[in-house]
């Protein structure tokens, strides 16, 4: 138990690195397994992402803002099942009510509210409604419209016309699909027929902070909101096939949405794979060349050797980063390819260790004397001294994977990344086109950067201790 | 001597070969746009010798109509790209030799988009123009680094095992973990957007000439610079540490304090002399990579340095401003490594012996 604890005290680095590196391969598992490859594809296809809010913050942070009696709104979808349907039968036309009932108790506006449905239309197009009732009883009619007035023109024998307008898609000869957005010209214009309830201005508000306004003074009025949604038809064919409610939330999901709505976590977590896999290929290739490469030069004398040895040199002097830019800017973002630059520049430093420590271990007796018995230079080389050189390299391999993912997300940041594999350098460089640091979308910015920073520390961590080992191995 | 002399003229000639492969591999990717520009000055200097002949001596070059005129200009201009190899592929020697000799002479050609502050557009002066802020952030950092790491480095060596040694060197192992862009990002968003303190863009909004302009840049500087201290100082104090604490070792240190001279001083005079050598190469190597800047800093902070101007140059495929650039940044870096190179050498002649 005493040796115990003095292996753990002197090892703490390496310990703190094995865990860390466990919860990096239960992430890259989890990413690899559980999320299917679909599923990974539509990271760049915003319209996947409709669903979400815009640049929410974490939801979590709704438990620290409980100290101070604040709450952020909470992103809420309404499905169709969720609705209290009646149906009015007059003899024109039928009237189809859903209400959605809403408790709002934030201390902010919500975003804002969509609503997508789809609706089957008859012979003549519906009308739709849509009416919110407060908790201080108004009722605000905020949006009327027939959807024959929006250019839909409906054609009797399913023909196609070109009529799709930005708002309303028609999908089969009959089946109209549409999304209604509060921040809508439509919206605006209906909430306009309110503004003596209110004691301000409205007049350049957006629709949710006038819907969700008291009417003294422009702050969220808390409480139960009906939101109904109508929909008026002429014929016994027009059905209501799907609807949602969406109130944009200010905080989503375990670490947030960015600016086109994709869940941060979700990206961090299919970037785990890729970018271990950047780190890993990299590290390995570079020190197995450097390693054979550095053992040659050691090993082989005068003109081979110093000629191995210049182009080390060369390719140290190299300066690799303004190189990587301007290749990876000519050929194109192929992620194999940036791996095999990232190879290209990273085995030199590696090999010019290995070849000092060749050239030491090339004079030890025990090297000199099997070479006068007559073993092969190869049998030596991969006999006698690689063995002694293992666990140096393996430390080398491990503080190589952290060169190469921080080049790969500077690379990324820049804008010279693989588009179809994204890392967490590249949720970098869309943080920083959008200015999420003037914004403050801290959670943008903090979640990536901290999964590089782990990995790297990682590495860094597990490589210090192997080197550790390394030392003492050689004191015995 | 003879043996130094040596060395430093197979370094020079690995230098001299390096600079040559990254002008070629630049040269080769981007030889298409090149060959444009160099067409473009020719074109400009044929007609402007044409109307500048004809403003003189009305009598020599007088054209019946322009279509001759036109046809004149047009074989002028096919004759000179002929004498530089414009209309040969990229690796022919002539024409190799014309570009990188037209780029090694600083004949970098001008800028398609970017421009001073007084309007010139040529890549020499833009780069002049952006030196002085590169240097003033960069090296400034790196300095104030410097001087924190060579007093409390030296503190350090003395106080091994201590519970602040073990957390320098824990911070020195997260701060080479994280990017120091990703970190400056960070630190705008708490300083600039949370604490409202400091600014988050860094370019100064007086301009260069008005009055208060200093007082303005330096206020403009005050995050980056921050920045760039926290981010870097624990893996300098933790390097001068480790190599002061190995000569602490030394058997000479050992006799001194048998000698009975103070702590203080055997730390600060002795084993720092000592430490010259080594010390020197890190810190020269650190201040030459500060002179390129850093492109995702300078980017990130909006500083007006070169990082940020070859950034821009990237992102608007400004070819002969990258070439300009990458052909500094090169040259900076290549004479920065064979001035430490010589010194190394110099301080330490065992290096020498293991050369030869």
Redesign the interface.
């Known amino acids: 138990m005493h040796i115990n604890n003095k292996f753990i005290k002197e090892n703490e680095?390496g310990i703190i690195g094995i865990i860390l590196i466990l919860f990096l391969i239960g992430m890259t598992f989890y990413a690899l397994f559980l999320i299917p490859t679909q599923l990974r594809l539509h990271w760049n296809d915003p319209l996947y992402w409709s669903n979400n809010p815009r640049d929410a913050a974490p939801s979590w942070i709704n438990y620290f803002l409980k100290l101070f009696n604040y709450q952020l709104p909470e992103h809420k979808i309404f499905y169709q099942k969720d609705a209290l349907r009646n149906y009015i039968n007059n003899t024109e036309f039928k009237q189809q009510n859903n209400t959605f009932s809403y408790q709002f108790n934030f201390n902010e506006f919500p975003s804002a509210i969509d609503i997508p449905y789809t609706i089957i239309v008859g012979k003549i197009p519906p009308v739709i409604d849509i009416y919110i009732k407060r908790p201080d009883n108004l009722e605000f009619e905020i949006y009327s419209n027939s959807l024959d007035s929006n250019n839909i023109k409906y054609i009797a024998n399913g023909h196609d016309t070109n009529n799709n307008t930005l708002n309303h898609n028609i999908l089969s000869s009959n089946t109209v699909s549409g999304r209604i957005y509060s921040s809508s010209q439509e919206v605006k214009n209906a909430l306009n027929n309110y503004s003596n309830l209110f004691k301000f201005s409205i007049a350049n508000l957006s629709p949710e902070k006038i819907i969700f306004s008291e009417t003294n003074s422009n702050k969220p009025l808390t409480g139960k909101y009906e939101i109904t949604f109508s929909i008026y038809s002429f014929d016994s064919n027009t059905i209501l096939k799907d609807l949602n409610i969406i109130i944009q939330g200010k905080v989503f999901g375990l670490l947030g949405t960015d600016e086109l709505r994709r869940d941060v976590f979700f990206g961090i977590l299919i970037g785990t794979p890729v970018d271990l896999f950047i780190g890993v290929t990299v590290a390995l290739s570079s020190t197995f060349i450097g390693l054979f490469y550095g053992l040659i030069a050691g090993y082989k004398e005068r003109k081979i050797g110093t000629f191995m040895l210049?182009i080390i040199?060369?390719f140290l002097?190299?300066?690799s980063?303004?190189?990587l830019?301007?290749?990876s800017?000519?050929f194109g973002r192929n992620l194999l390819f940036l791996i095999g630059l990232f190879i290209l520049f990273g085995w030199p430093g590696l090999a010019l260790l290995n070849r000092t420590f060749s050239i030491q271990i090339k004079n030890y007796q025990y090297v000199q004397a099997s070479k006068l018995m007559g073993e092969s230079d190869l049998k030596i080389v991969l006999r006698h001294i690689v063995p002694q050189l293992l666990p140096f390299t393996l430390a080398n391999f491990a503080l190589a994977v952290?060169a190469a993912i921080?080049g790969e997300?500077?690379l990324s940041?820049?804008?010279l990344g693989d588009p179809s594999f994204p890392t967490w350098g590249q949720m970098?460089q869309d943080?920083?086109t959008s200015s999420?640091?003037?914004?403050?979308y801290?959670w943008w910015?903090?979640s990536?950067?901290f999964m590089?920073?782990?990995?790297?520390?990682t590495?860094?961590?597990l490589g210090?201790s192997s080197e550790k080992f390394f030392k003492m191995d050689k004191k015995r | 001597m003879k043996v130094f002399f040596f060395f430093l003229l197979k370094k020079i000639i690995i230098l001299f070969i390096v600079l040559l492969i990254t002008l070629f591999i630049t040269i080769f990717l981007l030889s298409s746009t090149f060959d444009q520009i160099m067409k473009d000055s020719i074109r400009t200097q044929v007609i402007e010798s044409i109307s500048s002949a004809i403003s003189k001596n009305s009598n020599i070059h007088q054209f019946k109509n322009s279509d001759e005129r036109q046809k004149f200009i047009d074989q002028q201009i096919k004759l000179q790209s002929q004498s530089l190899g414009l209309d040969e592929p990229w690796y022919s020697p002539k024409k190799l030799f014309n570009n990188v000799l037209k780029i090694i002479t600083l004949d970098l050609g001008k800028s398609r988009f970017a421009t001073t502050f007084n309007g010139s557009s040529s890549v020499n002066d833009l780069i002049l123009e952006k030196m002085p802020y590169t240097i003033l952030l960069f090296t400034s950092s790196s300095i104030t680094i410097i001087i924190i790491s060579l007093f409390f480095g030296a503190y350090l060596a003395s106080k091994e095992g201590k519970i602040m040694d073990k957390f320098i060197s824990g911070l020195a192992s997260i701060s080479q973990g994280v990017p120091t862009w990703w970190f400056s990002m960070i630190m705008i968003v708490f300083f600039s957007f949370y604490l409202r303190v400091l600014p988050s863009g860094s370019t100064p909004l007086i301009p260069p000439n008005g009055s208060g302009y200093t007082a303005d840049l330096l206020y403009h500087m005050t995050l980056p610079f921050i920045t760039l201290v926290i981010i870097g100082f624990a893996p300098s104090v933790y390097y001068v540490k480790y190599i002061i604490s190995r000569i602490l070792h030394e058997d000479f240190i050992k006799t001194l304090k048998i000698m009975g001279i103070p702590q203080k001083s055997i730390l600060y005079k002795h084993a720092l002399k000592n430490a010259g050598p080594q010390l020197t190469t890190m810190f020269g190597l650190g201040l030459a990579g500060t002179l390129g800047g850093s492109v995702l800093v300078e980017q990130i902070f909006d500083w007006p340095g070169m990082g940020n101007l070859f950034y821009n140059a990237i992102f608007q495929s400004d070819s002969p401003l990258i070439i300009g650039l990458v052909y500094f940044f090169a040259l900076i870096y290549l004479l920065t490594r064979l001035i430490l190179d010589v010194c190394f050498t110099y301080f330490d002649p065992r290096i020498r012996s293991e050369e030869s």
């Not at chain 1, 999420?436 to 403050?440: F, P, S």
Request: hydrophobic share 60%; net charge negative; proline share 7%.
């Open positions: 680095g210049i040199d060369i002097t190299l300066p980063l303004i190189l830019i301007i290749i800017l000519h952290p921080l997300s500077a940041f820049l804008g970098l943080a920083h999420a640091e003037t914004l403050g801290w910015i903090v990536p950067g590089i920073s782990i990995t790297s520390v590495f860094i961590l210090r």
